[in-house]
Structure formats: structure tokens, C-alpha cells
């Protein structure tokens, strides 16, 4: 008697199989669904990826939470707070509980759309690791341990990013992290050093310092934070940030580290070549993400990664044959707004229903300093390297009625438009409140190519945030109320030509 077991594998027939729940999958899958497809979703870690857990939602939320700590905290409004803690372990539970409940409608909407007999639309979650097979099918090994093979019309991949590794840092969860680990921490740090001075740790030395709660030093290899920015931008960041208590090690770099029980000695060597050593019991590690891609089995299906180790796509998201791409995995902006655009996208793509291109160019951001620092367009810097002549208003919020009402006046609008007698908007940014939803009344206005003379038809509510926009629109047209010659410590207005340089 033979004891060789017959293994017959499942296999499931979908019109679509997307891997990854992330932002980029689960806007993709939806999409999909909204054309009639059946379709599968593959997820591995955790329902809606690090746009939810250990990344934008996560951080965002702690964020909130050390901003209403601060202010609490404050003692210049004509109120005090008295006996204010903070206790690490509640503050924890409430991002948890806000990363659960984005978790759950994630979950909610996939349940509610799950194949029923009869449909002719579904989407189904299958939770474990997927990798293509060579007839192009994608197996599942789920967490139980069963192996499943998935078959589809077409594929989207949506894999996203993890945090890059460190060449001198081995991270062990406990006392070398990244942000993977931000929310296994038991207490909050005596003393952190963040490596890193981009936008997430800057958010991260933001947070930290104000709760209060730790000393925070942030390692910074270039001469400013923040560099891709200008330099009024980058300066304005490093003063907040100072301002709050955070030690900035501006062309430092990290030689070595030496680990004892209760704290880690971190040897830095500056430019100008003199040593500093310093001593933290959390270092963070915060320097940028790569694509995930290990688990998915690329060469079976002939795919080959770029040397920035990306997938790389057409201007449909198209990789080969019916595989697409989306999201962090494909190399643009690791952001959870490019993610679900492009995730749409792609699902649209399927379905020949492309009727305008992808487009970047006026993608807005926000970092989460204090105060937060919105962004869309062009920079200076990159106006000159573009040689793009370009005018320039830097406007103060020591100017804008609602700041001044709010106690709020270090915040500021910067507005860079083309150097002719009716421009456009090329870019702009914006620190302080409400700066998110302030520059979005420009990005619809430079989506749309609405020259400035036509902005000027608006008449703002009183007292409001955006009126310190008109006001940057009414310098730059010279008819402002509050002129540059009065107030020269608050308003900045100049040009700048290529052939002049």
C-alpha cells in the first residue's frame, strides 16, 4: 500500500488580484470593483499597510495628541493647566484605537462587498503572503499555513515599503528602532537620538519633544533640515523645532555607537572635523523607505527591479503583459495620496478608461512640524535650476487677522508665481494653522491654469486664514493693503531672472 498523499492545491479564479491592502491596494481594489470585477485582495501584515499602522495614520495621531499636550501645556494665554502627565502606555491605546477603527471600516467595506452567490462584483481578502508562480498565477501561503493559488485576468501590485536599513545600526525593537517599533516602546525615552532629518524625523522630533516627556537630538548630515526645501523654509523649520527643545546636529555623521544596559554612547563626526559624543538610551532610525518586494516572486514572472531597486511602469502603471504596479513599490512619492491615485489608476488602466494622464505636478503635502508646513509646486530651487523666471512673496502671519486672533503669528505664506503681467501660480507654501486646507484653494486654482488676475474676484470671509493668501495675491499685483516698505520684518517681495544671474 502506497503511502504517497495526493495534494490537490485550491485554486480560485478572480478578474482581479491586487497584493497589498495599503492605500495604493485598497484603492485599487475598489476601483476595480466599481467596473464589475470580481476581485481579490492578498494581504500579509496588516489590513491598510503603513498608510494605517506604523506610518501616516499612526504618527498623524500621535502627532495630534503632543499638539494638544503642548498647548495645554501652555502658559502664556491667560490659563494654566495644573498637575498635567502624560502617560505614554494611554497615549499608545489611543493611537492603537484610532488605527483599529480605520482598520475596521477598511475591513467593514471588503466584508460588505464579499462574494455572494449570484454577484457579479465582488472583492475578497485572502490574508497571507503572495508570489507569482511561472504560469503567471499567484500562490498564497496563508497564515494557517495553506497554500492557495490564485488565478486572475490581471494583477496590481501594491506591495509598499519598509524602513531602510541602516549600514551602522542593527535594529533590535528596544533600544535601536525605526517606526515600525514607535508603538512597542513601554514608556517614553529619557533621551532619543533620531538619525535622520527628513520629513518623518522631523515629525518624529516634533512629537517627542512636544510631549515633553524625552530630550530630543536629531542627527541632521546636511547643513539644513529639510534640504530639498528653501532655505527660508528649512531655517523656519529648524528654529520651530529648536524652539521646542530639539538639539540639532546640523553635517554631523555617526561614527559609531557603543551599547551599555541603560544607555547607548553615540560617537558624531562633523565636517569642519572636530568629534562630539553623546550619550541616549533610544536611537531612531529615520532615513527613508525602500520598496517590499522580496516575497513576490518578480523573476518568475520576468520582472527586474531598476538599480534603485523599483519596479518600473509606464505612464499606465503597465509593468508587462497584465501586471501592474502601484504605490511605493513603483518609486514616486512615498505618500498615501500618490498611493490611492495611482492605485486608481491603475485599476482604471485595466479597463482602457484612462481619460487624463497621471499627474505630479501639483501633488500637495503636509509635514507635520510645529507648526505643520504645507507645500504644492515649485520651490525656488527649483524654479533656478529650471531657469524658470519666477516672482516671490514671503508674507508673515504676524499680518493675518485670524492668526493674531489665535495667538498664532509665527506661521507664514510664501507664493511663487511666473514673472509676467498676469501669472501663474508655479508654487507655494504655507507653515502654521490651517495650512492644509489653505493651500488647496491654490492647487485647484493651478490645476485649472486660473491666472491671478482672475484669483483676485474672491472676496475672503473675515476673520480667516486664507485672507493672508489674498494678501500675498494683492502684493504680488502691487495692491496690497499691508505694503513690504511698511513692514519690511513681515513682508518679502523680490524676482528673479535667468539672464540676470
Request: overall charge neutral.
Amino acid at each position: 500500500m502506497s503511502n504517497v498523499v495526493k495534494y490537490t492545491m485550491n485554486r480560485l479564479k478572480y478578474d482581479v488580484c491586487v497584493i497589498g491592502c495599503g492605500p495604493a491596494g485598497f484603492a485599487a481594489a475598489m476601483r476595480s470593483y466599481d467596473f464589475g470585477n470580481h476581485v481579490c485582495i492578498i494581504e500579509g501584515n496588516r489590513i491598510g499597510g503603513a498608510g494605517v499602522a506604523d506610518g501616516a495614520l499612526s504618527s498623524k495621531t500621535m502627532w495630534e495628541l503632543s499638539k494638544d499636550f503642548s498647548i495645554a501645556n501652555k502658559i502664556d494665554r491667560g490659563y494654566r493647566a495644573s498637575n498635567i502627565s502624560v502617560d505614554y502606555e494611554k497615549v499608545r491605546d489611543n493611537v492603537f484605537a484610532a488605527v483599529r477603527e480605520k482598520e475596521y471600516q477598511i475591513r467593514s467595506q471588503i466584508e460588505t462587498f464579499s462574494k455572494k452567490e449570484g454577484s457579479d462584483k465582488s472583492v475578497t481578502l485572502i490574508e497571507g503572503w503572495g508570489s507569482f508562480s511561472l504560469n503567471k498565477s499567484v500562490l498564497v501561503t496563508k497564515h494557517d499555513g495553506e497554500v492557495v493559488e490564485i488565478i486572475a485576468d490581471n494583477f496590481i501590485i501594491a506591495s509598499g515599503s519598509h524602513p531602510r536599513k541602516h549600514p551602522l545600526l542593527e535594529v533590535d525593537g528596544e533600544m535601536i528602532i525605526n517606526s515600525n517599533h514607535i508603538l512597542k516602546l513601554k514608556k517614553f525615552p529619557r533621551e532619543i537620538l533620531i538619525v535622520g532629518a527628513g520629513i518623518v524625523g522631523c515629525e518624529f522630533a516634533t512629537i517627542f519633544a512636544e510631549f515633553g516627556q524625552t530630550k530630543v537630538h536629531l542627527l541632521d548630515s546636511q547643513e539644513r533640515v529639510i534640504p530639498f526645501e528653501d532655505n527660508d523654509v528649512s531655517d523656519y523649520a529648524a528654529k520651530m523645532l529648536e524652539n521646542i527643545g530639539v538639539s540639532i546636529y546640523h553635517t554631523a555623521s555617526l561614527r559609531s555607537i557603543k551599547k551599555h544596559d541603560t544607555h547607548i554612547d553615540v560617537t558624531l563626526d562633523y565636517k569642519d572635523s572636530h568629534t562630539e559624543v553623546i550619550s541616549v538610551d533610544t536611537i531612531l532610525v529615520s532615513i527613508g523607505r525602500v520598496p517590499s518586494f522580496k516575497r513576490l516572486g518578480l523573476e518568475n514572472v520576468g520582472i527586474e527591479l531598476t538599480q534603485n531597486g523599483l519596479i518600473c511602469t509606464d505612464e499606465e502603471c503597465l509593468v508587462n503583459s497584465n501586471i501592474y504596479a502601484a504605490g511605493d513599490i513603483s518609486g514616486h512619492n512615498a505618500l498615501v495620496n500618490v498611493a490611492e491615485m495611482e492605485g486608481r489608476f491603475a485599476a482604471k488602466a485595466i479597463e482602457s478608461k484612462i481619460k487624463f494622464p497621471l499627474r505630479y505636478r501639483n501633488m500637495s503635502t503636509i509635514m507635520f512640524f510645529n507648526p505643520e508646513i504645507s507645500s504644492v509646486g515649485l520651490n525656488e530651487k527649483e524654479c533656478q535650476k529650471a531657469k524658470i523666471a519666477y516672482k516671490v512673496v514671503f508674507y508673515k502671519h504676524a499680518l493675518v487677522s485670524r492668526a493674531i486672533t489665535m495667538r498664532e503669528t509665527e506661521g507664514f505664506f510664501k507664493m511663487i508665481v511666473t514673472d509676467e503681467e498676469n501669472p501663474k501660480v508655479l508654487g507655494m507654501r504655507a507653515a502654521g494653522p490651517q495650512s492644509a486646507a489653505s493651500i488647496m484653494y491654490i492647487v485647484t486654482l493651478m490645476d485649472h491654469n486660473i491666472r491671478l488676475g482672475d484669483i483676485m474676484k474672491t472676496v475672503h470671509p473675515h476673520p480667516s486664514m486664507t485672507e493672508g493668501i489674498q494678501e500675498c495675491i494683492r502684493t504680488l499685483l502691487g495692491k496690497s493693503i499691508f505694503k513690504p516698505e511698511a513692514f519690511p520684518q513681515y513682508i518679502s517681495f523680490k524676482s528673479w531672472k535667468p539672464e540676470e544671474q
